[in-house]
């Protein structure tokens, strides 16, 4: 089973918090960084996946715009048909046309509430992804840093004991 980006990231985490207590070892300092590295490719590996879920959201937030737009149509063609078949009784035939009227509005009224409620719905998810992936790419950084700061701090401890 594929792990999370979120669980991998807490691993990632944890794996650092370790390593930085095992960098002074060279052995452990080298196995800390394959391990880190390697934490680092599974995230990759699995944000196609989270990527791949949000499009899915996205792609079912519109058939369900879709499905309204559809509805809304039908309402639309249905008020307009009793309303000519009411006008066509001349006894209530402004009522026919206000119920038409009535319902058209009910039915745009319906068909934009349903698109913007999709809108927001797709923007969360967008934007819950977009803060996902932004937590990602930061850890990476701090990770690509803590390797960086211990790589660094190994030639300076390497470079002060010959001389």
Known sequence: ??????????????????????????KNAHAHREQTLGMVHMIRAALPGELREAA?????????????????RRIVLEAQMTARQHAEEHVIARDAVQ???????????????????????????????????ARILDTIRRGRELLKDAAGSAYNEQSSSRG
């Open 56 to 72: 899915r959201l996205r792609q079912e937030a519109e058939q369900v715009l879709q499905a309204a737009q559809d509805e809304a």
């Open 99 to 133: 119920r038409g009227d009535d319902l058209l509005a009910r039915a745009e009224r319906d068909a934009r509430s349903i698109r913007e409620g999709a809108d927001a719905y797709a923007a969360r998810v967008l934007g819950d992804l977009e803060q996902s992936v």
């Open 1 to 26: 089973m594929r792990d999370s980006v979120l669980d991998l990231l807490n691993r990632l985490e944890a794996l650092l918090q370790r390593g930085t207590s095992a960098a002074h070892n060279d």
